[in-house]
Structure formats: C-alpha cells, structure tokens
C-alpha cells in the first residue's frame, strides 16, 4: 500500500544539507529519488522523513545500501543498514552563543573514532568509551566556541580591517609553505587534514591564535604565585625533597636443624669471605639484602616494628663488617650493613626546583582560574540546559552508530 501524500515532492538529498535548504521545503513527509543515494543497479527509492514532532528526522528502506552505515549485530563497521532499519540524517541539538548545533554537524569530524568504537568486540569497553568521547568532545566544543566568540567580540572596529590583512599575510605564508602555489596547498592540507579547505584551514588556524589570546590576557594575570605559595608547596612536600637516612640491611638466616649448612657458612667466613661473596655463593635473593629501613630523628630507636634486642644488634653494625654468628632459639643468624646511596637533600633555594614549584603553582592556579572563567561563559551566553544537549547528542550517535542493545 502506497502511504506516500499525494501532494509530497521529489527533493534533492542536498536540501537537507545545513544552510542549503530550501525555503520553501518544509512538508512534513518528502521522498528522496533513489538516483541520489543508491547505485545505479538498485532502482528502490527510499524515504527521508521527518515526524514533525520535534523528533529526529531519519532514513529507512532497502535502498540504504551505498548510505552511512554502523556494524550490526556481531557485525563490522561499513556494512549496509539492514531493511527498515532507522539512521538519523541531523538534529538540531540547541544553541550556543545564539548559535545552532546540529548533530551532523558535530559528529562528522569525529565519525571515524566513533565508528572504530563501536566495532569493538569488547561491547561494554566499547559502550563506556563511544559515552567518554562524547562527553569530552561535547565539552571542549561549547568551551572552544565560546572562548572565539568572546575572542572575536573583543577585536575593536578599527582593529578588525588589520585582522583581514593580516590573515591574508598568514594565508600567504601558509601556501608558500606548502608548496608555493594554491593547489599544492591543498592537496598538502587534505593529506593531513581531510577534507579541510584552505580557507577552513586558516579559520581554525585563526581561531586557535584568538582563543589562545584571549586566555592568555584574560586568566593569566589571575594565576599569580607568591613566594610563600612556593614555601608552602616545599613544605608540603618535605619528605621528597629532604628524603630520610636509608639503611639496607643484610641477613643470612640458616636454621639449626641444618648443621652443615651453618657449618659452612661459618667456614666460609672464617675463609676471609665478604658477606656478598657469602650470599652469592648461598644464592641468596637481592645479595641477602632483608630490610631497607628509613631513619627519622630519633634513629634505629624510632623504628616501631623492631624489637629491642634486634635494635641493640643494628645500632652496632657497620657497612661491610658482618655480625654473627648469633644464636637464637631455632636459627642462626649474620647481619651487615649493605652499601647503598643515600639521597642528598634539595634546597628550596635551589633554582631549578624554585622555577619547577612554580610552573607547577602556575599550572593549578591557571586550570583553575580558566575553568572559572568557561563558567562565566557558560552562564552569560548559553540560555539552555546543556546537560539536555549532551543527552540529545549521545540519543542521536547511539540511534545512528549503535546497533546492538546496550550493554
């Protein structure tokens, strides 16, 4: 049965192109002649409808198969869509800045990392990680537009005649760099940058200068670190630059029950042997080393997990000199110090960890400053929820990438 209003035109698919819409194409059923999607051997035409509730416009029929397509159940990416099976056309996600966001749009750059995602077998890795990519890339895109805008708003009329000449310097130093003339240019900017004119090319390129201006005029002078800033991050961090006294004991344990073993052991000594030489031939894990112990102010008497007589016995031990053999109740034992190279302290007035402490300070102060500023944006320019365009951009990517129920 032929559903089709008799009053629905053809249309070329290129109306629903954003900006090139006809005015006069608003019906709210059309159909695509299938000449401008499908091969020329399939001769099935198929419909683009929108449901004229608000909802996404989608495509549906058997003559998708030349049209985008996601992997289906169990299948890879690039595969046709299956018989009646839906795929969004664009959406109309919100406004930024006064400015329309459309789902297309958006998503076009970033198809291919999407469609990488979801051909993953590992679904729920693929799931999580199609969500994170949106989320960040929805935030760093309202972030960037709303940082050019307030770039482009700063720029004083009069200014605005030198930004062109100057664009047009840049333009000409970017062509001779590639190559030297316009088509050499472009074909060296689409092998890096597909799809991406020149012209785009130097408006991103514009873009990135402005913003980055911006900031750095705007936040910069906020992220200011003091002196006693450095003081208190120093002191904060102490220990690693004033690192305690390390002592690296040795021990060879043999029990009593092993006559012979300790018998040799104590002719080996008696032989002029060094405790390493001992643990070598012992075969003995990390030269017999058996605790590295950090001293504080008050020395091997500080260490709480060591017993009296066992603190007595290292107070007396020296690096090199063994101490043994001593008897205990089932084993006998031999003890050294091992060599070891202790940490020299830092001073907070040594220059380059003075200009490290403050790159850092300055790193913090200037995420957090920045991000306080992105807020204010936020809260002047964008009038609508962007928590619900988010919602609406992951809705249309999970309805046109994702064809399997989520995991």
Do not use: C, H
């Given at each position: ?7 629905s035109r053809d249309i070329p698919v290129q109306a629903f192109v954003k900006g090139m819409t006809p005015d006069d194409v608003r019906p709210s ?379």
């Amino acid at each position: 049965m032929d559903e089709t209003p008799k009053d629905s035109r053809d249309i070329p698919v290129q109306a629903f192109v954003k900006g090139m819409t006809p005015d006069d194409v608003r019906p709210s059923v059309v159909e695509v002649p299938a000449s401008e999607y499908q091969p020329q051997q399939d001769a099935d035409a198929d419909s683009v409808s929108d449901p004229g509730d608000g909802s996404t416009p989608v495509a549906s029929g058997k003559g998708l198969a030349s049209a985008p397509s996601s992997p289906g159940p169990g299948g890879a990416a690039g595969e046709a869509l299956a018989t009646g099976q839906r795929w969004p056309v664009d959406a109309l996600l919100g406004q930024i800045n006064g400015k329309p966001l459309y789902a297309n749009e958006f998503l076009a750059s970033r198809e291919a990392r999407i469609r990488q995602l979801v051909a993953q077998p590992d679904r729920v890795a693929a799931y999580r990680q199609l969500l994170q990519l949106l989320d960040e890339a929805f935030e760093q895109f309202v972030n960037n537009q709303l940082v050019i805008s307030e770039a482009e708003g700063a720029i004083p009329i009069e200014a605005k005649e030198g930004l062109l000449a100057w664009m047009r310097e840049l333009q000409e130093k970017e062509i001779a760099s590639r190559g030297g003339t316009r088509s050499e240019a472009q074909r060296s900017i689409e092998e890096e940058f597909p799809g991406t004119t020149i012209e785009e090319f130097m408006q991103r390129q514009k873009n990135e200068i402005l913003a980055s201006d911006l900031m750095r005029r705007r936040i910069k002078p906020r992220a200011i670190v003091s002196w006693r800033d450095i003081e208190r991050l120093y002191m904060k961090n102490w220990e690693k630059y004033n690192p305690l006294p390390t002592i690296r004991v040795g021990r060879i344990a043999l029990l009593k029950t092993d006559q012979a073993k300790v018998d040799r052991v104590k002719g080996l000594f008696a032989q002029g042997k060094s405790f390493a030489d001992v643990a070598t031939e012992l075969q003995l894990p990390n030269q017999g080393l058996w605790k590295e112990l950090k001293l504080g102010p008050a020395g091997i008497d500080g260490i709480p997990d060591l017993v009296d007589d066992l603190k007595n016995r290292l107070k007396g031990l020296k690096e090199g000199v063994v101490d043994g053999p001593v008897e205990q109740k089932s084993q006998v034992t031999w003890m050294t110090l091992l060599p070891g190279e202790q940490a020299k302290p830092t001073s907070i007035f040594e220059s380059r960890l003075q200009l490290n402490l403050r790159r850092q300070l300055e790193g913090e102060r200037f995420g957090m400053e920045q991000y306080r500023y992105l807020q204010g944006l936020r809260s002047r320019w964008i009038a609508e929820d962007l928590t619900e365009m988010k919602k609406r951009l992951i809705q249309f990517a999970l309805e046109r990438y994702w064809r399997q129920p989520m995991p």
